[in-house]
């Protein structure tokens, strides 16, 4: 399996960036999809997830209202939408797969096994 996402890039603050994760193996539909960040010098952090089973869509407090997590099965795709951005929303971002299917374990890196290389989104002041 492999995660190749992409998207990232210098945006203004309050602009907008799309990131897509297209997998590659495996078989896509049956997997909760995720998008973490890390920021430099910090630990990486939970960004959202869209469950497998029933299409669940999380957030985390910092971009409910601003990002969307989206996913093309027929594509093998998932995206992030990403409005109204933060310089704090500065960070590589990473798309990963997960077996699992509720808030409490796809908000946990350790609950997905397989991790894309990361993209970087600088959002300037």
């Known amino acids: 399996v492999q995660l190749q996402a992409s998207g990232g890039g210098l945006v203004q603050a309050g602009g907008s960036l799309r990131l897509s994760c297209e997998a590659s193996?495996?078989?896509?539909?049956?997997?909760?999809m995720g998008w973490f960040r890390q920021a430099p010098g910090k630990v990486r952090e939970f960004v959202a997830a869209?469950?497998?089973?029933?299409?669940?869509?999380y957030y985390s407090d910092s971009v409910k209202g601003r990002f969307t997590i989206s996913r093309d099965n027929a594509r093998n795709t998932v995206y992030l939408q990403m409005n109204s951005l933060k310089p704090e929303d500065t960070a590589v971002y990473f798309c990963?797969?997960?077996?699992?299917?509720?808030?409490?374990?796809?908000?946990?890196?350790?609950?997905?096994?397989?991790w894309g290389r990361g993209t970087l989104v600088t959002v300037s002041s």
């Open positions: 990963a797969r997960s077996g699992y299917y509720t808030y409490s374990d796809l908000t946990s890196p350790v609950k997905y096994d397989y």
């Open positions: 193996g495996g078989t896509f539909r049956v997997y909760s």
């Open positions: 869209k469950s497998y089973r029933d299409r669940s869509e």
